[in-house]
Every structure is written in structure tokens, then in C-alpha cells.
């Protein structure tokens, strides 16, 4: 019963690097979503998916890519990391269905990035 | 943007009071969700109210979304040490999948 995956849970980074979060789920979900949160910010969207080759932005989307080619997988990328996103970062999923339940997420349990 | 206000954002208790956590926005929600999250892991679904004037009980906490869909409210009758944790409102809009989170109110509950 695996649910949402995400790999590494801890990650250290040099300025300048780039690395990808990988976010696995397998409960058929349509929806996908990464968000990061920082200390007194709460959880901000950073890009989602409604579908594998559909991706759209979220509320925070600089120096992050994304790709959606398959309905399981949504990595994250971060093009040359900065240590303005130094952040836990969360991959959640959820599915297609009425109003009120095609929103409910569910998370993994984080992947913790440190940027040097 | 912050749709979402949650108040107060730490609240420290003893065992078997009672508290009432708050969630206001200026926006219409066509649902409203509230999570729980444990240090070192991601946000846990508590429950999903969608009907303006819905009040749904789970155990000790009882959720009530409010009549224009525009705020809600988390109380926890008795509160336990296991009920300590970080309470995240989140309201979706329209007809899309994305939410908006309020940041959120860390809850300590010592015996």
C-alpha cells in the first residue's frame, strides 16, 4: 500500500547544482502536485498536472521544470539550485470524482533539500 | 497570494481543554479541507466539508464550514497529547484540482 513515494527523503546541495525529486504514486490518480513549505508560509503550489503531458504553473514556479509522460511519475527538476530553495518540498496526488473529493490530496512524506 | 487566514498560528495547551482553531478567507470556496501534519511527514486528510453551514464531527474534533463558504472552524473538544501537531486549512475554488493552503496552526498538547 504504497501511496505516494517521493525519493530522496534528504538532499544537500551546492549553489549551481541541479538534481531531480522523484515523485511516484500508484493509486491511478489523475492529478498531480508539488509544493514547498518554508517556516510561517505554510504549503505553496509550485506546478501541478491534470494529466500525464499536461503540466501547468503554480504560485511559485521559478528555477523549477516539470514533466508529466506518465500517469505514475512526476518528477520535479531544479535547473541550478539556490539557497532560496532550501525548502521540504511535497509531491501529492489525487483523483478524479465529485467536487469535494477530486481536491483531497494525498502527500508524501517529503523530501528534505538543503542548499549550500 | 495568501487566500487563506488561519488564527492563531501556535496555540499551546494542557490535557482536556478545549480549543477552537480558525480558518477566514475573502474568497468562496467550493470545498474546504483540513489536514494534519507530524513532524517529518507530509499532511494527513482529516476531513472535507463542501455544503455552506456543514458541520462534520470526527471523534473529539468537530469542523464547521460556514454558511457563505468563506471560512471554517476546527475544534477540538478534550484535547490529548496525540491531537499535537500542525492543523492546515486548505480551500479549493471553482471546479480545479489546485489549493490553496493557509499556513497553518501548530497545536501542543502537554499532559
Known amino acids: 500500500n504504497a501511496g505516494v513515494t517521493q525519493t530522496p527523503k534528504f538532499q544537500v546541495l551546492k549553489t549551481g547544482q541541479s538534481m531531480t525529486l522523484q515523485c511516484a504514486q500508484d493509486?491511478?490518480?489523475?492529478?498531480m502536485s508539488w509544493y514547498r513549505q518554508d517556516p510561517g508560509m505554510g504549503l505553496r503550489l509550485i506546478h501541478y498536472?491534470?494529466?500525464?503531458?499536461?503540466?501547468d504553473q503554480g504560485e511559485v514556479p521559478n528555477g523549477y521544470n516539470v514533466s508529466r509522460s506518465t500517469t505514475e511519475d512526476f518528477p520535479l527538476r531544479l535547473l541550478s539550485a539556490a539557497p532560496s530553495q532550501t525548502s521540504v518540498y511535497f509531491c501529492?496526488?489525487?483523483?478524479?470524482?465529485?467536487?469535494?473529493?477530486?481536491?483531497?490530496?494525498?502527500f508524501g512524506a517529503g523530501t528534505r533539500l538543503s542548499v549550500l | 497570494t495568501q487566500l487563506l487566514e488561519q488564527s492563531p498560528q501556535f496555540l499551546s495547551i494542557q490535557e482536556g481543554e478545549n480549543l477552537t482553531v480558525y480558518c477566514n478567507s475573502s474568497?468562496?470556496?467550493?470545498?474546504l479541507q483540513w489536514y494534519r501534519q507530524e513532524p517529518g511527514e507530509g499532511p494527513v486528510l482529516l476531513v472535507t466539508?463542501?455544503?455552506?453551514?456543514e458541520v462534520k464531527k470526527l471523534k473529539r474534533l468537530t469542523f464547521q464550514f460556514g454558511d457563505a463558504r468563506k471560512d471554517s472552524s476546527l475544534h477540538i473538544t478534550a484535547a490529548q497529547p496525540g491531537d499535537t501537531g500542525l492543523y492546515l486549512c486548505?480551500?479549493?475554488?471553482?471546479?480545479?484540482?489546485?489549493?490553496?493552503f493557509g499556513k497553518g496552526t501548530s497545536l501542543l498538547v502537554t499532559p
Open positions: 501529492a496526488s489525487s483523483f478524479s470524482g465529485t467536487s469535494g473529493a477530486k481536491n483531497i490530496q494525498y
Open positions: 486548505a480551500g479549493a475554488t471553482g471546479s480545479g484540482y489546485a489549493l490553496n
Open positions: 474568497s468562496v470556496f467550493s470545498s
Open positions: 498536472s491534470v494529466g500525464a503531458g499536461i503540466t
Open positions: 466539508v463542501v455544503t455552506g453551514g
Open positions: 493509486m491511478n490518480h489523475e492529478y
